[in-house]
């Protein structure tokens, strides 16, 4: 029994860490989940993720910043019938009390000009700008095309 809470006692940090690797908070908004798919040579690069609103007002993602590449935007896939396209939006609103998910076939950052090649496994740092003004630093896991 003692040598079990000694390898908790030793584990939890840890544990602790690697959850704070991938959420981050500052006042209302929570992001969490945060990936990006790794593609090859320079393809672009999908951005996904999940915003929490803590607050009674909506609040609206402006834009998204990183180091790691060149350029990045936020995104709508939209659908009509049988085809899709991938359109360009200036914000995504996340509502009052609610959640926003970006995920494939839906909102995603396309992250472009990547400043090296990504590597599987590895984090990449990102801003969350809000047009409250809020800024959020999250870790960013990169992943394969799959999502794993």
């Known amino acids: 029994m003692r040598r079990t809470f000694r390898h908790l006692a030793v584990a939890a940090p840890f544990a602790l860490a690697s959850l704070s690797a991938f ?21 672009p690069s999908g951005g996904y993720f999940k915003l ?31 085809t899709s396209k991938m359109v360009m939006v200036d914000k995504a609103t996340v509502p009052a009390n609610g959640t926003l998910a970006f995920a494939p076939g839906g909102y995603h950052v396309m992250f472009e000009k990547a400043k090296k090649p990504l590597t599987i496994g590895s984090t990449i740092p990102v801003t969350f700008k809000f047009g409250d003004g809020e800024k959020i630093d999250a870790q960013c896991a990169v992943k394969n095309a799959a999502g794993q």
């Open 23 to 43: 959420a981050a908070s500052s006042g209302a908004i929570t992001v969490s989940d945060c990936w990006i798919r790794s593609m090859p040579g320079d393809t």
């Open 52 to 82: 929490a609103n803590a607050s009674n007002k909506s609040i609206d993602l402006d834009s998204i910043d990183t180091e790691a590449f060149g350029m990045a935007m936020l995104h709508q896939t939209q659908s009509s019938g049988s």
